[in-house]
């Protein structure tokens, strides 16, 4: 028997019974390994015939047989079991149809319930906001209520000394008015008015008032003259955050619908992407800060260098020599325009700096830009602007350098620049005449009262000058010589 089914034999025997067993090799007679084993049986103590080892041999093999085969009943069922394993990873994968459509339903729904929420989100945002509209209407009108009431208060106590002053008199020492007063009744809830006196006076006498309450020019007459006095700052309000430490803040002078002189527009000119233009429709509006309408423009701007002009705001875009002109009330860019050579983006800026190389303004003759170009050598360069099209008019080249002022206006055709934008006691040092084409030196004080002034316009309509001081949006006004 060979070697290997000996040691089988060895082993079977052993798993029957066997407690020790010996196992020996050596080589026989002809010199081949022999392998010998002996078994101590409890039962035997010599070999069994050899007939009885053949049975035993017989029914290890049976049992052998019988072990082989349910290992391979045992390895098809675990086949078997990996079969339906791997089925049942691929049927949670893909799913019955049923499932895939019950699973989509209620993905549906759910995107449904989502929208609804977001809808729902977003009315309530509306609502929020027309809330705090009317919270803010509702305040001033508590405000300008509370004003009348006192001055109704002031005006009964004033009635009721004249009523005490009457019953303590004659009929002869009480004065007409006063005994016509006096039979009014001041108990009365209803009485609101008080007698008024009309006086005619001539319509040349007539002097229209701006906005804040300072008289202006005759109608049809621009009341044009040469600077010879700038008033001290008054201060309107402040910004709110560091955003405003410079900016710039108009009002048209010539209003178009539904704009009106009051209408007033800020731009808060800190960063690097400017594109919100706040607007207010009441001056009230606009001290208090809270914003009718907020633009978000197309394009962003760069500088404080933008005006407001016939209803349309006109500003330097970003990092270019383009003009552009964007219509407020339809939110367009209606036009936009390169100034030829012009300087940008901090090649000839104003002494205070902030890309302020191109200069929009707005005076009693139209529209300007003033900038300066590499042909000029940094001297100010004037040019009249068409504000439909924003085609150049007229240029004129001055021998004002323009990076040695801290700002520049105009007033009727005449241009006017800012000696310093942080000392407290600058002054007007610079005058040209655009119709004689001279320039003359001057010493006109002009206060910058918080040390920063990034910018100063002229509103031809108020006859002011509008500046933003370091937060502070100001005002000055201006005294004009005849001409």
Known sequence: MPAVRLLLVACLVWGLGARTAQLRKANDRSGRCQYTFSVASPNESSCPEQGQATATIQELQRDSRAQRADLESAKARLGSLEGLLHQLTLDKAAGPPGTQEGLQRELDTLRRERAQLETAYGNLLQDKAALEEETRRLR?????????????????????????????????????????????NVEAVNFQELKSE?????????????????????????????????????????????????????????????YTQETTWRIDTVGTDIRQVFEYDLSSQFLQGYPSKVHMLPRPLESTGAVIYQGSLYFQGAESRTVIRYE?????????????????????????????????????????????????????????????????????????????????????????????????DATINFAYDTGTGRSRALTIPFKNHYKYSSM????????????????????????????
């Open 140 to 184: 001033e009108e508590n405000e300008d209520l509370a004003k009348r009431l006192e001055n109704s208060n002031q005006e009964v106590a004033r009635l009721r000394r004249v009523q005490c002053l009457q019953a303590h008199s004659t009929p002869q020492d009480v004065p007409p008015a006063s005994r016509e007063v006096s039979k009014w």
């Open 328 to 424: 407020l009330n339809t939110e367009t860019m209606k036009a936009e325009k390169e100034i030829p050579g012009a300087g940008y983006h901090g090649q000839f800026p104003y002494s205070w700096g902030g890309y302020t190389d191109i200069d929009l303004a707005v005076d009693e003759t139209g529209l300007w830009v003033i900038y300066s170009t590499q042909e000029a050598k940094g001297a100010i360069v004037l040019s009249k602007l068409n504000p439909e099209s924003l085609e150049l008019g007229q240029t004129w080249e001055t021998n004002i350098r323009k990076q040695s002022v801290a700002n520049a206006f105009i007033i009727c055709g005449h241009l006017y620049t800012v000696s310093s934008y942080s000392s407290p």
């Open 456 to 483: 100063v316009d002229y509103n031809p309509l108020e006859k002011q000058l509008f500046a933003w001081d370091n937060f502070n949006m100001v005002t000055y006004d201006v005294r004009l010589s005849k001409m």
């Open 198 to 258: 009309l006086t005619e006076v001539p319509a040349s006498r007539i002097l229209k008032e701006s906005p804040s309450g300072h008289p202006r020019s005759e109608e049809g007459d621009p009341g044009c003259g040469e600077l010879v006095w700038v008033g001290e700052p008054r201060t309107l309000r402040r910004a709110e955050t560091i955003t405003g430490k410079y900016g710039v803040w108009m009002r048209d002078p010539k209003p178009v619908y539904p």
